[in-house]
Nanobody, 124 residues
Framework: QVQPVESGGALVQAGGSLRLSCAAS????????MGWFRQAPGKDREFVAS????????SYADSVKGRFTISRDNVKNTVYLQMNSLKPEDTAVYYC?????????????????WGQGTQVTVSS
């Protein structure tokens, strides 16, 4: 079992960049598929990006494709979300999650371990 802990959330202006980090405890981090989700006030939690065990395969929501990049470092037990060209509609609490399996998964229900979240606010 891994326990994700997010960091890196901040207030940023539209058009700016931010990198979120998710450190996951546990010796078997490399056996987990990792994902990023977000939840804005009054909205359901939505998929942002996910990455396979090795990092060779990724998946993105259409709303962030071309602007966000997910990556992982299995030596440091950390997954990252590089966010560029940020928009006010990207404002949300961002969550990191872990699940078993091989390929990226997009549904929140597929993930069993969740972090506490980190706030990202994009001002216009």
């Amino acid at each position: 079992q891994v326990q994700p802990v997010e960091s890196g959330g901040a207030l940023v202006q539209a058009g700016g960049s931010l990198r979120l980090s998710c450190a996951a405890s546990g010796r078997i981090f490399s056996t987990y598929v990792m994902g990023w989700f977000r939840q804005a006030p009054g909205k359901d939690r939505e998929f942002v990006a996910s990455i396979s065990r090795s990092g060779s395969t990724t998946s993105y929501a259409d709303s962030v494709k071309g602007r966000f990049t997910i990556s992982r470092d299995n030596v440091k037990n950390t997954v990252y979300l590089q966010m560029n060209s940020l928009k006010p509609e990207d404002t949300a609490v961002y969550y990191c999650a872990a699940t078993t399996g091989w390929i990226p998964k997009n549904a929140p229900a597929d993930y069993g371990s969740w972090g506490q979240g980190t706030q990202v606010t994009v001002s216009s």
